[in-house]
């Protein structure tokens, strides 16, 4: 039997139908393990991005109480990531969604042929060892290359790449300090392992191949006149830790990064592309503002006395860092230490525009335009 954590039973049979094996579907989050274990098939397809629970530990918990069983991942990653991912958690096979119904009955039939059927890394090695020399090694993004269909891309066949190409390639690829290149008029996109660990996220693997500007849309403004002065004057640019809205996890996100553009030569001499050594800085510069905000805080505290005092300086000395912190003042009101509620951004607290708040402290009045607060909003006793 084969149960399926990935599309309808019926689907499933249709498929296997020339393999004459039946096929059941398990229910979602820890019962599949529970139906699995009472059950216990011999092959289960393992969708990786299962609701409720990660689809890998499955697989991996699988394999471990059920050592006979053969669990075959079902992903939306290339062919090349869904094989590594497969080798890492002992499953026997990977079937990209793109390509299900073709690759399930390949695989299967390979499966059913050689149930002791060899590792995804000895796969991964006989494909290596039919790809160009000068491609070889690189990582999991190496592989990704020489798997790759340039064909689709205006770098054509990777066959026919010249050799500037080749080796600046070759160069990227092997490196351990994170890169990104792009070449052509259309500024093709690679990267190595490095860059894709810490700066990609969700964007890989699928930003291989891809236009620079399809693949950092979200910041093009800001790198496109250092992109033009690289491709125009054949001079290398500088920048230490810029600020740059990242949209790769998701949501925007406040990112740091030290890099330089270098511009790439084609076998006629004439640039064709640019390269990029970054390192992101985002953890140290981040950390280094809310460290020095604690500082200027413990130092400021030292010096107060009253309740008034040290309520002041906490919203002072927060207030002054409104990346981390959006302080909506404490007033007091006849003695008494009060909050007004949070303002949203952009929002008024359902005042009227332009009316202001006014309360007493120390018997001067202060209007308080409309603000917000995110992190702040309880001064003082009750």
């Not at 909050?339 to 006014?358: F, H, I, K, M």
Request: aromatic share 8%; hydrophobic share 35%; net charge positive.
């Amino acid at each position: 039997m084969i149960m399926s954590c990935f599309g309808a039973p019926r689907d499933l049979s249709l498929n296997l139908s020339p393999l004459g094996v039946s096929a059941a579907k398990l229910a979602t989050g820890s019962k599949r393990l529970r139906k699995a274990k009472l059950l216990r098939p011999q092959v289960i397809l393992m969708d990786i991005n299962m609701p409720r629970m990660d689809g890998l530990e499955a697989t991996r918990i699988i394999r471990r109480d059920l050592p006979d069983c053969n669990v075959i991942i079902v992903t939306q990653n290339h062919e090349t990531i869904a094989r590594q991912q497969a080798a890492a958690v002992d499953a026997k096979g990977a079937v990209t969604k793109s390509e299900f119904t073709r690759e399930l009955l390949i695989t299967m039939e390979k499966l059913f042929e050689n149930p002791a059927s060899k590792t995804m890394e000895d796969t991964g090695a006989q494909t290596a060892a039919l790809t160009p020399g000068w491609v070889r090694g690189g990582g999991a993004l190496g592989q990704l290359v020489r798997e790759f269909d340039w064909t689709k891309t205006p770098l054509g066949a990777i066959e026919d790449w010249p050799q500037s190409l080749k080796t600046v390639v070759r160069t990227l690829l092997t490196s351990r300090f994170a890169m990104w290149m792009s070449w052509g008029p259309e500024l093709t996109f690679l990267y190595n392992d490095d860059y894709a660990r810490m700066t990609l996220g969700k964007k890989h693997p699928w930003a291989l191949g891809k236009p620079f500007r399809e693949v950092w849309t979200e910041i093009w403004d800001d790198l496109a006149p250092r992109i033009r002065q690289v491709l125009d004057t054949a001079e290398a640019t500088w920048d230490e830790a810029l600020l740059l809205f990242l949209e790769r996890s998701g949501y925007r996100e406040e990112t740091y990064h030290t890099f330089s553009y270098s511009p790439l030569s084609g076998d006629d001499g004439e640039v064709a592309g640019l390269l990029c050594v970054v390192t992101e800085e985002t953890d140290r510069v981040i950390g280094e503002r809310r460290l020095k905000t604690l500082r200027s805080l413990a130092g400021e505290l030292s010096k107060t006395i009253t309740e008034q005092e040290v309520v002041s300086c906490i919203a002072r000395c927060l207030g002054e860092n409104q990346k981390d912190f959006t302080v909506y003042p404490p007033v007091s009101v006849h003695g008494r230490w009060e909050r007004s509620p949070p303002c949203l951004p952009n929002r008024n607290c359902g005042r009227s525009p332009g009316r202001a708040r006014v309360n007493s402290i120390d018997g001067k009045q202060s209007a308080l335009a409309n603000q917000r607060t995110a992190h702040w909003e309880r001064f003082g006793h009750r």
